[in-house]
């Protein structure tokens, strides 16, 4: 299928038409990965970029990223409209009370993909920890897999993690797990309702309006209920995640887990 | 801490109803699990609810405006109430009833950005396809990723934009491109695991028998699959048409009949071997792809019960195919303005005119590139015996290039377009696919840019876009208009309709949203429920 061009006027029509008008969306695509800095995503420049930061950043930036008198890192908002040059920039020159760090060259670009790092999917980043150790723990009785799903299986209780390596990453991975109350994923509040006709029903809300709420029950059924229907709602607003892994895990379990959910969705 | 024990929440034995092979054939009923609505590709709705009494009632329901949404083309899937809708490497798990979201799933590895047409549903799972031809296939409950199987590569010039079908355990996706130099295919996966369990090229290799019939450039001779196909489940016979030669409008370097590009191939689901196949369009020099599905239909015909295909081609004609043997039985013109061939042949072939090729000063013929109709859906209503189709009378100037073709280097051989003040006109008819004759035609009014489908439904109501923006009623039997409602943007998808919690609605996309209907109903003021928050 194709529709030839006569005309300006008609360029539009036919890029909406034509089944093969894909060609400039392709294009931009190959644009965005024109400029890459050959440190970026190379894991001993990230590692020797973390030593660099752990030295001279962490004290403001916190160990893991997560923010102290200077911003978080890891969340992409604050600076990720940036580009690799300006990152460069940023942290060689300093800005507000930031210092200048005035690097030689390489170990300023080793930190621009260590701090790049902190955003970029998990799966294409190494970790340290034993994966098999990790995939043992998640799947054990009382692990993570009564709540979560990997590749099929597992509750419904919590986020379906068989692609978490790509929509996660390490930083988060590791603070998703303790401390799962930092920054929710939407859809997993619990609600329970008594409905007009005295029946009761428990789910997580994957939607809420004033109309109507969408449950997910916990054998994964979805059920949606209109407002009118229901007498009572009791929302439970904190996580439903066990809060206590950081003191009930050891380092090294966590370690691991992150290890073993980094690689869900590498394929 | 928790007050709630976690045994609340871990995994129940019981599941969710599975979508089995026996929900697909009974489709569709108050689901409509394919692209094509079912395996017959009828797009006919059991439905009642909406007649065409009660039509002029339809109100607005919900609009869901898709992210980053331009030109949509795909056509919803609904299971149990839930909606699930795709656009370029993305998918979307709606509640039916309410437009809202429940899930999303972005493939954020897609090294291809392409329109895409819809969704498959199978067990718990449902399927698409990226643009750079991954079969996905999710939790159709969490949108869970279970896998993303490669089966093609855009390296080679194809791209993947169609809507999976799922038959008896396999999926089965085909090809994009074909108008740049690929060579097209089919391609089985199993449902379970995405392990490819065959594949058959629609362009024979080189020493192949049909490969006699091309001249240079077999390796890139085209024949996409664009479209979902139809499925027989008597015989197991899988019904899918194909894309045009390549270089689109030069066949010099490809003189002959060019197999099996532009045709209908029957091929065994279970092994993807061709059962037979039937070319509309033998060395085809006008990009007059076989596009639109194959409807299966079993008739009377002279006397006998008959098992037929209907095909409405993009070269003008509507095909009637015997489809135990696709031995040619008739066919009729969907559209007035066709002017290239004088008719078909006992055989099936068409009678050419001469002097119809594109040239390289250009060369008006009718049917336009896009042809008389091309991937909106159709509707088969065995009680009035009625096919409704969406056509465009038009007509373009059609040029060639001899240049020596590159593939993979956007060349086509030339290209069409309309001449100024030669735009053509949109018309939905209804036409006896046994006879050829037509009952009735709704003319519209429009800039001839839309590409909407119809669907029609037992009680005798036909559901379809406009060449306006607007969504359309008009009544079957006669083709009076009923009902409208402008969406405020072109339309490049078809309707589905299906039912929920006792209530039937009607839904389609325009190029950025899309749209539900159903019957008025008062609105009863909602109380805010008594909410405790913990």
Known sequence: ?267 | MHRFTLSFYLLAATAWAQVTFEDLRQSPNQNWLTYAGGYSGQGLSPLTQITPENAQNLTPKWTFNVPKAKGLRARPIVADGVMYYTNTNAIYALDARSGRVIWRYVDTQAKKEAVNRGAAIFGNSVYFVTSDCFLVSLDRRTGGLAWRKQYGNIKDGVFCSSAPVAVNGKIIVGTAGGDEGMRGYLTAMDAATGKELWRTYTIPARGEPGSETWGNYIEYGGGATWLSGTYDAATNTLFWTTGNPWPDFYGGDRKGDNLYSCSLLALDAETGKMKWYFQFTPGDWHDWDAQSWPILADVQYEGKPRKVIFHANRNGFLYLLDRETGKYLKSSKLIDNLDWASGIDAKGRPIPIPGKDPTPEGNRVCPGVRGATNWMSQSWNPATGLLSVVVLEQCDIFTSSSKTPEPGKNFAGGGAGPAPKDAGQFYLRAINPLTGERKWQYPMTGKAEMWAGVTGTVTGVLFAGDDDGHVIAVDAKSGKHLWHYQTGDNIYASPVTFMVDGKQYVSIANATSVFTFGLFEPVKSVPVPPMKIK
């Not at chain 1, 060689?92 to 930190?111: F, H, S, Y």
């Not at chain 1, 949606?224 to 709602?233: D, G, H, L, R």
């Not at chain 1, 439970?236 to 969705?265: C, E, F, H, W």
């Open chain 1, 1 to 267: 299928m194709r529709y030839r061009i006569f005309s300006t006027v008609q360029l539009h029509k036919i890029f909406l038409l034509s089944c093969s008008a894909t060609l400039l969306w392709a294009q931009h695509a190959k644009d965005d990965e024109a400029a890459k800095h050959p440190f970026m995503g190379n894991p001993d420049r990230i590692e020797a970029g973390r030593k660099t930061y752990l030295g001279g950043c962490a004290g403001c930036h916190g160990p893991e990223g997560g923010g102290g008198r200077g911003p978080s890192l890891i969340e992409r908002g604050a600076w990720h409209p940036m580009t690799d040059d300006n990152l460069y920039g940023t942290i060689q020159k300093g800005v507000g009370i930031m210092p200048a760090a005035n690097l030689p060259t390489d170990r300023g670009w080793e930190l621009v993909a260590f701090v790049r790092s902190l955003t970029a999917p998990a799966v294409e980043m190494k970790a340290p920890g034993d994966a098999t150790a990790g995939e043992k723990l998640f799947w054990s009785t009382n692990g993570c897999s009564g709540c979560h799903r990997i590749g099929g299986k597992g509750g419904f209780a919590g986020p379906d993690l068989s692609n978490i390596g790509r929509t996660s990453t390490l930083p988060k991975l590791r603070r998703s797990i303790v401390d799962p109350d930092f920054e929710r994923t939407p859809g997993f509040e619990r609600a329970d309702l008594t409905l007009r006709d005295g029946s009761k029903l428990s789910g997580l809300v994957k939607d809420r309006t004033n109309y109507r709420l969408q449950l997910q029950l916990k054998d994964g059924t979805l059920r949606s209920v209109p407002v009118e229907t229901i007498e009572t709602v009791e929302l439970t607003k904190p996580s439903i995640m066990p809060a206590d892994y950081k003191t009930k895990l050891t380092r090294d379990d966590i370690t691991n887990l992150v290890s073993y959910l980094r690689q869900q969705g590498a394929n």
